[in-house]
């Protein structure tokens, strides 16, 4: 297969563990006989500081051109204050690409059981896979602010349609898995998750075989630290998805293991779900799984699952073998990023 | 002294519960020559059953000319799909009655470490302060829903006043603790969020002693896991409050230990954060240490400390005896709700 991958590497950490992903891919295509060119573009701090804009034209253009995207990290503390921030490049490009479903796989790997923060028997064979939807709620509507600056507002607002075309893509999954859906919502208090509450029920008639429950999303906090192997799949809407699923990558004992893909109806976007990471920047400390997981992703997107197999047993002998950052406290002996890089590609 | 105390005992096991929190308040009220007089109103479920309405002129008359309110639980699966919703009591009750603050203490009781999801080391000595604000925001936004259904909105609004009253108990209660105070917002998408950065920030000036330190609300749902300890007082708007309080409250183990004080100008009320959980209703299971723990917050509210002390001392003592019921899972014979109150309120 051919594959024109955009590299959007963007800031701290985020070329570092890019740079791994596509070690990984390269050795897949190796392997496999596969094409697969990567071009690089700018994002966030890195395209403020080149072009005044954290997403900018050329990157959109490089974006639509590929069949899908690498992407880093982004966030820059220099940018803290600043008028334009990199944060909206990610918005921007979410929206501007229409990826409305963010996937998140959460599993806890046997290696690393000890490494969380909760007890092991809570968190052995947990296996959930988060469908956010990623390109409406509060974070895309109207936005106001008084003139004097003493009052503000956020508008949340979602359509049926919106709500539908994720719903689709969380139902199929769990037809492939547990056969469970779990709406997390906030039913009782917003107009909002009522729409969401309705139009999924109705459209969980289609899927016969899949079991749909409700969960407030106060609730659904604790259910994932209580007990987490009650999720199969879990639906949710943008805000309440970002906290969910960032509280979920604790179960795991590192958010440095988890990827996530971003898929529209015409592109797909692949990154691992932690930040930037400053303080870590070009110390050969980041964990660069999260990215070369989502290279997984990214091929199983196109359908290349035993590729995709192969990285996912790749990064387990990795673990298992302690061959692993820092972060992750296994081994006394320092192995950099890129180490963990080269033991991975060259086991592929 | 003398209190005219309302019991809104509400749903479920919230009359239950509360009883065994008027026996603890009848103990202390004979052991320290106060007088406490209780008079009863209906709130919820159980008063759309006798009014069509959760929260009654009868009851806002009863709390209005009470010197506090003493408060169950609400919530009837009967009700689920109605149009008046018990909720809809609760949320009338804050707005009508200005209850802006609701003030949640974290802790975990070292006879209960090993009761937690999370690993003992972890949450030893947890002591945070939740100071969430109660009637802003999303939960009284405007909302709509087109007429076709297919779309609907939440609004949600905050005003610098709102934010700085509630801001001001945060500070000072900082001040009495461990001088730290974290905001948790989403301030890199929020323009609420930004307004409350905008207005915390300023306002810390006047508590120099106290530290500010910001987290964005997907961090902030981690670092509850991955480290409590690091929290002192955290303040945050209505939603984000809901969300992350409740998921705290498994750090001790149980969310039947978790009591909660919602604050206003006027009027001030005490509640167990658990729900009505209408299976264990009239069964004697129910965990009645919320709630009087919530009668120990009432006291605390009109400076009778050593009584509050008391309660907290009896409680323990209750907890490393294992007189407790059957959730805690602490000794094998059955104890019931009301064993429960009656060996709290002999202790004191
Ligand atoms: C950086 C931020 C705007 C973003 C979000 O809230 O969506 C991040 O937390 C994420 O989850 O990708
Ligand atoms: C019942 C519900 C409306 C309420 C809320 O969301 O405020 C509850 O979860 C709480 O925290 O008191």
New interface residues.
Partial sequence: MKLNIAVLAGDGIGPEVSDQAIKALDAIALEFDHKFSFNYAKVGGAAIDEYGDPFPQETLELCKTSDAILFGAIGDPKYDDAEI?P?QGL?KMRKELGLFANIRPVKAFDSLLDKS???AH?IKDVDISIYRELTGG??F?K???SQD?????????????EIERLAHLAFKAAKTRRQKVTLID?A?????S??WR?TVTELSKAYPEVKLEYLY???A??Q???NPKQFDVILTEN??G??????A??IGGS?GLIPSASIGDKYALFEPIHGSYPEATRKGIANPIAAILSAAMLLEHFGLFDEAEIINYAVEKSLKLGITTPDLGIKHEEISTSKVGDFIADFI
Same sequence: chains 1, 2.
Avoid at 242 to 247: F, G, N
């Fill in positions: 921030r944060e918005l923060p909760l007890k809570l509060i974070y509507g936005k106001e602010v600056g003493n009052y503000a507002s956020d508008l949340c607002e979602y359509s049926k349609k906030k009782n208090v917003l107009e909002t009522r729409l309705r999303v106060d609730n906090a604790m994932m630290i209580l805000m309440f970002d906290i969910i699923s960032d509280e990558s604790v958010i």
